[in-house]
């Protein structure tokens, strides 16, 4: 059989992540989530004294996927929640992938910093789809 290794606290390296990463992360799906129903879900965990470390803003909080334009009629005043939510202690994180729409104002910088995967044909970039 193993045995058990006690280690001092003090030989323990720190986790690599911040300590909030250990609360609640909250999240409503994309389909209902915006501006109120995420301070509200937040507010209701936070009254039943359950501690919330994040709160998770899904898909569609931007105008399209990963343009980092949020979307005003979903969320009318994005930085003031934010600073709400930090004034909770609360960390906000925003759902995003790793690509950007062809279309989303921000490709081109991508495309004119080399930002994107290229094939080793040279043919375009990796996964681009038109």
Not at 36 to 41: A, D, H, K, P, V
Not at 60 to 84: C, L, R
Request: with cysteine; net charge negative; hydrophobic share 35%.
């Amino acid at each position: 059989g193993s045995r058990a290794v006690s280690v001092p606290a003090s030989k323990i390296a720190p986790a690599p992540y911040p300590e909030w990463a250990h609360s609640h992360w909250v999240w409503l799906s994309s389909s209902v989530a915006n501006q109120t129903s995420e301070t509200q879900l937040v507010l209701d965990y936070l009254t039943r004294d359950v501690q919330v470390g994040g709160v998770d803003i899904d898909s569609q909080w931007a105008t399209g996927d990963n343009n980092f334009v949020w979307n005003k009629e979903k969320y009318p005043d994005p930085k003031g929640m934010i600073s709400h939510f930090h004034s909770l202690g609360v960390n906000v994180i925003c759902w995003v992938t790793s690509v950007v729409d062809t279309d989303s104002p921000n490709y081109q910088e991508g495309l004119q910093n080399n930002y994107y995967l290229n094939t080793s044909r040279g043919d375009g970039h990796v996964g681009l789809v038109n």
